[in-house]
């Protein structure tokens, strides 16, 4: 339920909150990396008491992090609960949480994201036809909706707004629209980011650096724009137990081998618990853009 501290590419110094018990998400999208959706749904239910969520963080938090982060594996607010974790989270930090968007129709949704201080927006197109082909939404879902919810959220919400746009290879997108929509939204800050570790789709491949750049010109006419488009640096936390570090991390994202390494270093174990782990049929080795990546197999 809790894992890291994780070095994130936009928070900082990062506490990790994954409140499903399993990948359950509105979208299966094609660069999503902990796999395909089994379990596409857009039903809010309840997962785990926000007492016992706020147990596990208290148990763990031991040093001062940026933020504590909802980041699971899968959308957040499908967590009918997700507002009030959030709530009695907030003595113990900071709280943020990166949400695909894709429920912030509803309004329930949108008064509990209010409880964050932090709140991060997917934004990958404004294209109906591209959502579709990119995002693989769950049949009820629709864009328009979708981006009406987003900006009637921004209107009402005083706390940070950012938005992250993934860029792929091989896809036509209007960044003209994508700008036009973010100008509206007013985020404190838009990300572009692109693939960095493996993804659904064998065939997935990042943006090339001209279509970034022109993205992260056309967006800069209108709000604030960073790239997301390198690694984070090595400084995960550790438990002293290292099966349970690389598999709470996993479990939301593939480690890159020198990450596995310096887990393993810090923990003090040797690579022996890796290849227990594979062949315990838990973890699985890809490569993706040149590197090794170990992912948590499902
Ligand atoms: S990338 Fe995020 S929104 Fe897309 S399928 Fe994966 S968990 Fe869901």
Not at 109 to 117: G, K, M, P
Not at 230 to 241: I, P, V
């Amino acid at each position: 339920m809790i894992f890291g501290y994780v070095p994130s590419r936009r928070l900082g110094k990062s506490l990790g909150v994954n409140n499903l018990p399993e990948k359950l998400c509105s979208y299966s999208c094609v660069y999503c990396q902990i796999g395909r959706t089994k379990n596409l749904t857009i039903e809010r239910r309840a997962f785990y008491k926000p007492e016992e969520i706020r147990k596990a963080v208290e148990n763990v938090l031991k040093e001062k992090v940026d933020y504590i982060t909802f980041v699971p594996n899968g959308e957040p607010t499908l967590d009918i609960n997700l507002g009030r974790s959030a709530e009695i989270l907030k003595d113990l930090g900071k709280v943020a949480v990166i949400s695909n968007s894709s429920l912030i129709w509803m309004e329930d949704v949108r008064h509990d994201l209010s409880f964050f201080d932090l709140v991060s927006l997917k934004l990958d197109t404004t294209n109906e036809r591209l959502w579709r082909r990119i995002n693989r939404p769950h049949r009820d879902l629709k864009l328009d909706k979708i981006l009406e919810g987003m900006l009637e959220f921004s209107r009402n919400y005083s706390g940070t707004l950012i938005t992250e746009t993934m860029l792929l290879d091989g896809f036509e997108y209007d960044f003209e629209n994508i700008a036009n929509f973010l100008r509206e939204l007013k985020p404190d800050r838009a990300y572009i980011s692109i693939p960095i570790r493996p993804p659904a789709e064998r065939w997935v491949k990042p943006a090339n650096p001209y279509v970034v750049m022109k993205a992260y010109e056309v967006f800069s006419k209108y709000v604030k724009v960073d790239l997301l488009t390198d690694y984070e640096d090595l400084n995960f936390g550790f438990s002293g137990d290292a099966k349970r570090d690389l598999l709470s991390i996993t479990s939301v994202h593939p480690l890159r081998e020198e990450a596995v390494l310096e887990i393993l270093k810090k923990d003090n174990a040797d690579f022996s618990v890796v290849e227990e782990l594979i062949n315990e049929g838990k973890l699985e080795v890809r490569e993706f853009g040149g590197k090794r990546f170990y992912v948590r197999r499902r």
